[in-house]
């Protein structure tokens, strides 16, 4: 398992990312999907490949990251190796190019997020059976490196269902075997993790947490003193 550095997703995971295993982490904007990957990653203790179709990811706030837990922020900066494919195409490529990148000083792959660009062009042509090919190349790595790979996921509302639901979720859902869902709360700054599916642990498992300079923590290490904590149901 690799540890997110929150106690309380942790438990969620059963210890953390599991390794050898694609985990899906979807929600809509804002809700700490990318502060997730990266703050996993910067723990991780070894080196990141980081796909980012989004420009999500900022060095900055990695260095704020680091610096707020006490790390050198230019060691944690060199060790996430940085994609930025434009399209759905070049996409395909670079985590194509991943096979032969990866060697055992790797810790974490992460594709944030594996559908932007797919969702963005799979009005014009079918895509699903590509992204389906790249999906089943991560599953690979992740076996054969016995390392977590993360992507995150988009929403989008089904009118059908009338409720939100990850992109491409069938084909998501056929190769990732953990899926957490993460959403806001009134209070600013606190998030909800929601475990929709794992291995070993229930469906249904929820944490709490709030997104800082740090990064992410745990909503009991930020409450007031005296207030009891929270509790992840049985």
């Known amino acids: ?3 997110t550095g929150v106690n309380s997703i942790d438990t969620l995971l059963g210890g953390g990312f599991g390794r050898g295993v694609i985990t899906q982490v979807y929600g809509s904007f804002a809700t700490g999907k990318t502060t997730l990957a990266m ?5 991780s203790g070894g ?13 900055e706030r990695l260095q704020q990251m680091a610096e707020s837990r006490g790390l050198d922020p230019e060691e944690s900066l060199q060790r996430f190796i940085i994609f930025t494919p434009g399209d759905f195409k070049e996409q395909r490529r670079t985590i194509g190019s991943l096979k032969k990148l990866i060697d055992p000083s790797f810790s ?29 190349v991560l599953l690979w790595i992740a076996r ?3 390392i977590p790979v993360i992507v995150t996921n988009q929403v989008h509302f089904d009118t059908r269902a009338e409720r939100t639901k990850p992109v491409a979720e069938h ?18 700054g606190s998030r909800i993790a929601v475990l929709e599916r794992h291995r070993f642990r229930p469906e249904g498992l929820i944490a709490y947490f709030r997104i800082t300079e740090k ?10 003193e005296g207030q009891p904590p929270k509790s992840l149901p049985p």
């Open 1 to 3: 398992m690799l540890s």
């Open 39 to 43: 703050q996993t990653g910067l723990l």
């Open 47 to 59: 080196k990141v490949a980081y796909v980012d179709t989004e420009g999500g990811f900022f060095p």
């Open 108 to 136: 974490l792959v992460v594709v944030d997020s594996i559908t932007a660009h797919y969702r963005a062009e799979e009005q014009r042509k079918n895509l699903t059976n590509e992204l389906a090919k790249q999906l089943q």
């Open 144 to 146: 054969k490196h016995n």
């Open 171 to 188: 084909t998501l859902g056929y190769r990732c075997k953990d899926i957490i869902r993460l959403d806001k709360l009134n209070s600013p």
């Open 215 to 224: 990064g992410i923590e745990d909503v009991d290490l930020l409450r007031p």
